[in-house]
């Protein structure tokens, strides 16, 4: 079985230590990102990585960009559904832009991406889909209803695509991270994080990306076949469920 994988924004954040993790697990990795151009060639640079540039919200753009992948590397055994986009707003101030937006990249993204896939796996018999939900996804969040709203419909998505592919040998399962410290999260305002966010977490710290790359690598070896349509919590406590 080939082991080449996609992670979908896998240059920056999370997805970049994803991609690196899944490397370094022995995996031919693609990493595929939206828009920043400059971001992308350093990670490549700096890590050997093939990057692809390609728009999850675009089903044309994702068959095309795969189909790349694939003649460039294999056939592609693990998908992690990584990339993702806010555009926050309390619900009043809510654009339907900003909805259309968020729903089409973070949760069409996953359709988009896992169904061009699908036939192969399921003609291989082997198949590790991974997707990177979040804590809000399982709790909520004010201002977040649109991201919320599609991380949750993320977990959906996986439930009901496991038991689909259970008897062709493929796995579905997401991950929710709760507060990771990215370059995003880490340029919040230091009051704003130690006073507000890491309070509310119980083991008093954030997350690093490495540790969810972690759960990625697991999810996508041979020995979590026993595991589908199951969503792991990297969160440090803060949301239960």
């Not at 959906?156 to 997401?174: D, H, M, P, S, Y």
């Amino acid at each position: 079985m080939t082991k080449t994988a996609i992670v979908t924004g896998g240059t920056r954040g999370i997805g970049a230590a994803i991609s690196i993790a899944l490397k370094d697990a022995g995996y031919k990795v693609a990493a595929s990102y939206a828009g920043n151009d400059e971001a992308a060639k350093k990670f490549s640079d700096e890590t050997g990585i093939a990057t692809y540039k390609w728009d999850v919200s675009s089903y044309e753009e994702c068959t095309a960009g795969i189909a790349k992948v694939e003649a460039d590397l294999g056939p592609i055994s693990v998908l992690v559904n990584n990339a993702g986009i806010t555009r926050d707003a309390m619900f009043h101030k809510l654009t339907p832009g900003q909805w259309t937006d968020v729903i089409n990249t973070n949760l069409n993204g996953l359709f988009n991406m896992t169904h061009p896939l699908w036939t192969g796996m399921r003609d291989r018999k082997f198949g590790r889909i991974i997707n990177i939900s979040s804590i809000n996804g399982q709790k909520g969040q004010a201002g977040q209803v649109n991201y919320s709203a599609a991380k949750a419909g993320d977990i959906g998505f996986t439930k009901a695509l496991a038991q689909e592919g259970a008897r062709a040998g493929i796995t579905v399962n997401a991950i929710c991270p709760g507060y990771i410290g990215t370059e995003m999260v880490r340029a919040i305002d230091e009051k704003v994080l130690n006073e507000r966010i890491i309070p509310q977490i119980p083991v008093g710290r954030l997350g690093e990306p490495e540790e969810v790359a972690r759960c990625v690598v697991f999810l996508a070896s041979d020995e979590s076949g026993f595991i589908t349509g199951s969503t792991l919590s990297a969160n440090g406590g803060q949301y239960l469920s």
